[in-house]
């Protein structure tokens, strides 16, 4: 088992990527960042993540698409924390099953503790 | 007594009197027949009077046995003859009983005459006294004078019988036939006075009747034809009554439903009327309901539409809080991000730095713009969207969009292709937005990079800016929708925006009074097309903003 905990973030958003990724990796993660839905469940399942960020809005695949193939894929699986502008009433969090959700724009400190509070099984 | 009665009668007496006349005709015929008979053995016995005098004569001239012999044989023919006279009337009957007397005195006296011719014939030598003869002879001739003239009258009389008896026929046959005439005359007056009569009176009752008054009976005579007659009629008066009684109560009845019928259709013509009413009632009712209908349609669309504009709203709120959302977030992590770094290592790499304020600025950038798009509607939707025209070069103009889009994609290639100079009279800011506005479109839906070529072409009166891609395209359902306020071709596609570039554009440029269209090339891709005319320095009218 890898030392590192690794985290998968999901966002059309290059900005918002670079941002996180290069937080996340400040506090000792292995980060994964990729730009839609269908890059993420490539990924996943050989990935395992210990937790996923995830968008709902972006091209392509969008984030409730993604959550529906995810868990049709054998478990375990990761817990999820959606990163939206704005709780989406078409695809609420219940129906992803999320572990959580951070507000855009969301504090850097209120992201580092969501991260860390749902990996820390994991470390 | 009945007409049939009389007649039998009648027949009958005319078959009495017929069978009369026959019986008198064949008495009569028998009569004479006897009478004719009678009279033909009268005249056989005068002529026989007449040849036994001849012969007796001739006996006596020449007094042979033959001459005797003879007369002999004629006297017994002679004698039968009288004695075959049968008369009825009492002259007839003296002359019988003269002829017969008659008969035996010629008989004596030829019988005297005879004996002493005979003897002397006997004895020749005895002759014959001539007085004897003359005597004998004048005794013959008055015997058979005598016995001539009898018979004579003796037929004269039965011939006069028989005519006398002719006529008595011919006056009884006429009598009878006159008392039948009489007879059948006044039976054939009776007869017809009593027909006349009757006649009359049922005429007179016909006519009564025939007037309507049905109580009318005629007097019924006798127990005869005319009274069956006159029974008949009054039978058939009482008849005519009954009939007439039932048929004016059949007329009553028939008034009666005529009169219900008419009362009926009058009911029914009431309900058809009110039928009629409630027809209109109800089409008005109809008409009204239709009304409604429509008018809940139009409720109903006009709410749909507010339903649909509230949704669009809402939408477009939550999309423009993401699209705000996202820079802001950018904007605030690396603010952040980079506070941390110093604050737990007291210093940033430089390239982390560098990085970090080019982003910065970046997302300000895209910040501003999203600003300016929402100000911008707000501009349009408030009608204060306002131009400032002046006099530029759209080619220039063009080619810097161009240069500064060149700056945010190294995937694309921008071939711009413009006359040197294209002048026209706009708001040079409005037009670099709106053509940015086509540029950033072009770059951002060929996402995987290509070639996108800007055309200008000063044709007369209008500038023409053309923006090709050769990106996703437009479905085809969409074109009409992209100039809309809020529409997104490619909703769902992830690709960021308000769904207000095109609008505003399209306002901006129909402000100018030019014109804004889309494309859609089969070889894939997207062409704008944006035409505006040159104008002039006059004011145009189009400088005003107007409200969507």
Request: aromatic share 6%; charged share 25%; glycine share 6%.
């Amino acid at each position: 088992m890898n030392a590192k905990t690794t985290v998968m973030v999901v966002d059309d958003d290059e900005s918002i990527r670079e941002f996180v990724e290069w937080a996340l990796t400040e506090e000792g993660y292995e980060v994964v960042a990729v730009k839609d839905g269908a890059a993420a469940l490539a990924l996943v399942e050989n990935l395992h993540p210990s937790l996923i960020l995830l968008d709902l809005r972006m091209p392509g695949m969008d984030g409730a698409a993604f959550a529906r193939a995810y868990r049709g894929l054998p478990g375990p699986h990761s817990p999820i924390i959606v990163t939206s502008a704005a709780r989406d009433e078409r695809c609420p969090a219940s129906e992803i099953e999320a572990a959580g959700h951070l507000d855009k724009p969301f504090d850097l400190g209120d992201l580092l503790a969501v991260v860390e509070r749902h990996t820390a099984a994991r470390r | 007594m009945r007409i049939r009665t009389q007649f039998i009668i009648t027949t009958l007496l005319f078959g009495f009197f017929l069978v009369a006349i026959g019986a008198s005709v064949i008495v009569t015929s028998q009569q004479v027949g006897a009478a004719a008979e009678q009279e033909k053995i009268a005249s056989s016995i005068a002529q026989g009077a007449n040849e036994l005098g001849y012969f007796a004569n001739e006996y006596l001239i020449y007094r042979e046995s033959q001459q005797l012999s003879r007369w002999q044989a004629r006297f017994t023919s002679f004698s039968t003859d009288v004695a075959a006279l049968r008369v009825g009337k009492p002259e007839q009957q003296a002359l019988v009983r003269n002829i017969q007397a008659g008969q035996q005195r010629m008989q004596e006296v030829f019988g005297s005459i005879a004996s002493p011719v005979e003897r002397s014939t006997q004895n020749q030598s005895a002759g014959i006294d001539a007085g004897f003869l003359q005597i004998s002879w004048s005794r013959m001739a008055v015997q058979s004078q005598s016995l001539i003239s009898d018979a004579s009258r003796l037929s004269r009389l039965l011939r006069d019988q028989v005519d006398e008896t002719r006529q008595a026929n011919l006056i009884v046959v006429l009598a009878m036939m006159g008392v039948f005439g009489a007879y059948f005359l006044v039976n054939y007056r009776i007869v017809q006075q009593r027909l006349l009569r009757s006649i009359s009176a049922l005429k007179r009752g016909t006519l009564i009747i025939g007037s309507g008054d049905l109580n009318y009976f005629i007097k019924e005579e006798k127990n005869d034809d005319i009274g069956d007659l006159s029974r008949a009629f009054n039978q058939m008066a009482a008849n005519l009554k009954l009939v007439t009684a039932s048929k004016s109560d059949l007329e009553r009845e028939i008034a009666e439903r005529t009169r219900a019928e008419a009362e009926r259709e009058r009911l029914l013509e009431q309900v058809q009327v009110k039928n009629e009413e409630l027809q209109s009632q109800s089409e008005e009712i109809q008409a009204q309901f239709e009304e409604l209908r429509v008018a809940n349609e139009e409720l109903v669309e006009a709410n749909a539409s507010t339903e649909a504009a509230v949704r669009a709203r809402d939408d477009f709120l939550s999309i423009a809080a993401h699209e705000l959302k996202t820079p802001v977030t950018s904007l605030r992590g690396f603010a952040q991000t980079l506070l941390r770094q110093y604050e737990k290592r007291g210093a940033v790499e430089p390239e982390r730095l560098s990085r970090a304020i080019h982003v910065i600025d970046q997302q300000s950038d895209k910040l501003t713009k999203l600003v300016t798009q929402l100000l911008d509607l707000s501009r349009l939707e408030s009608g204060r969207l306002s131009l400032e025209r002046q006099r530029a070069d759209i080619s220039r103009l063009v080619a810097e969009v161009a240069a500064a889009g060149r700056l945010h994609t190294n995937r694309h290639t921008l071939f711009v292709e413009a006359p040197s100079t294209a002048e026209a009279f706009v708001d040079p800011l409005r037009i670099e937005q709106v053509v940015t506005n086509l540029i950033d479109n072009a770059i951002r839906y060929s996402p995987d990079g290509g070639p996108v070529l800007i055309n200008v072409i000063a044709s007369g009166a209008n500038v023409e800016i053309a923006v090709r891609d050769y990106g996703l395209g437009i479905p085809p359902e969409h074109c009409p929708h992209v100039f809309d306020r809020f529409y997104r071709a490619h909703e769902g596609g992830g690709i960021a925006g308000l769904g207000l570039g095109l609008y505003v554009s399209k306002e901006i440029v129909t402000q100018h009074g030019g014109r804004i269209e889309v494309e859609c090339p089969p070889d894939g891709g997207t062409r704008f097309v944006l035409t505006l005319p040159v104008g002039s320095d006059a004011p145009d009218g189009h400088d005003q903003a107007e409200g969507p």
